[in-house]
């Protein structure tokens, strides 16, 4: 920024009448410390941008290259779950269902076992008190049937996730995430969060072969070659585990730390609804009822059949309320949960069941509350996909305009504190911004971001967006300098 057009701007923001409930002195100084970041050696190959907005007014009260686009990384989980809680309602849930499609006579089930999942994210996972773990889920499905007096079926236990497209992964992903816990592609039928633990027996020497143990949950039916390696103590996870969606192969490349006993890394189920499938047909035998034939999706079945009317259910799995839903989503970035949102975004409104279809129900949200969609080009709900950008300008106006929606309060307390917990609990310690700032953290190649919500000392509520990309590590650090940014903006 040359000084002629810093001048422009503090003599616009001084003549604003909205400019005198701010601190034009803290908003001058702010403009600086941005301006002298985007021309130090840290940022000589990138891009500074923020955008500060009044939620009252929605009217911009501090702005830097907020109308260039860039990727909004993982604070794209914020207009996701916004969206969430606008179409859905705070307090929705998804229900599981187990089904028969077949008849009973004695203790035979003639059909097929049905697991119809509604896009839940979290089944199966033991994150929250009010659901069941995997292990605990299969059990309880596999009573369901000895409570029918079930011994036999003639057909075959199936895995429905019909719900949402057959396409688990969002367009723009990149092929090395893929495999790895946190690319893990959503399905109409989730399971244990669409993921697994590899554990490996570190060597005793650098780059000795390391031996995978086990997974976690069995992996009956994939292929896992493993290429991992030891590396020196305290190394940390090195590994990454290269799979493609619908696939049953894994290649385990990379290397452990040495020293542990066992060491453990995750990765992403490639195909969970016929995972799930699969593991209700082991317990099923464990439990003395034998099963006709092989476990399949309701794609692969339903591509060789008639469809079939469900005819009973068994049991039924309630999801937490999308509130919940979307604090674990917010507070520990699980991608899974953002792209399950979008998908049934786009069902709930009959745009259709693709993560392209979800795109167009948030895109016409927001454009229906008049909020200028320009420069937005999204590909997931996640912001894992770096072809995902937009404008901090866009970024803000769709959490002002939210915060004067009923749904605010839920929405708001689905964001970690900075100072306190969250993936910013580390952040602004000792500051003012500490418990005053909400703010959503994002990362991805060569990007660093943080949006949300602070109190000024005017005592008004702003919406804030920063984002710097292709930053030097070699000059700092980009979490410290955002924090520099959240520390100062708080005195505005």
Known sequence: ??????????????????????????????????????????????????????????????????????????????????????????????????????????????????????????????????????????????????????????????????????????????WEDLGNYYGAGVSGLNMNENKFRAVFKPGTELDDPAGLIRTEPALPGYTLINRVKTDSPRSGDQVTIYSTPLGSQYFLEGYVPQGPAEFGVQGSLANPSLFTATALQQVLLENGITVGDTSQTSFDFLRRNQALAFRDTLAKVQSPTVKDLATECNFQ?????????????????????TTQDGVKALEKIWTSKRVSLAGF?????????????????????????????????????????????????NMGRGTKAAGNVRAKSGSIGGTRAFAGYFNG????????????????????????????????????
């Open 377 to 425: 080009r999204i590909k997931d709900g996640s912001g894992l996909s770096p072809q995902s950008v937009l404008t901090l300008d866009t970024m803000t106006d769709i959490l002002a305009v939210a915060a004067r929606e009923s749904y605010f309060p839920a929405f708001y307390s689905t964001i970690a504190v900075l100072g306190k917990n969250g993936t910013v609990k």
């Open 333 to 353: 970035s699980i991608n899974l949960y953002a792209e399950a949102f979008l998908k049934t975004i786009g069902v709930a409104l009959n745009y259709g069941n």
């Open 1 to 174: 920024m040359n000084r002629i057009y810093f001048l422009i701007i503090s003599v616009f923001f001084a003549s604003s009448s909205f400019a005198q409930n701010i601190d034009t002195l803290a908003q001058e100084a702010l403009i600086r410390r941005l301006d002298s970041l985007q021309n130090s050696f840290f940022m000589q190959h990138g891009s500074v941008s923020a955008c500060i907005k009044s939620v009252k007014t929605g009217q911009t009260v501090l702005a830097f290259h907020h109308r260039k686009s860039v990727p909004p990384a993982s604070t794209m989980k914020l207009i996701t779950t916004a969206t969430a809680l606008a179409v859905l309602n705070q307090s929705f849930t998804y229900t599981t269902t187990l089904e028969t499609d077949g008849v009973i006579r004695n203790d035979t089930l003639f059909g097929n076992l049905w697991i119809r999942g509604s896009g839940d994210p979290s089944l199966g996972s033991g994150r929250f008190k009010s659901t069941p773990t995997l292990p605990t889920l299969l059990k309880s499905w596999a009573t369901a049937l000895r409570d029918k007096k079930i011994r036999h079926m003639t057909g075959r236990v199936i895995g429905d996730g019909s719900v949402f497209d057959e396409n688990s992964i969002p367009g723009g992903w990149p």
């Open 457 to 492: 000392k005017n005592g008004q509520l702003y919406a804030f967006a920063f984002n710097i990309q292709q930053y030097d590590l070699n000059f700092g650090s980009s979490t410290r300098e955002l924090e520099k940014l959240m520390v100062m903006m708080v005195n505005l």
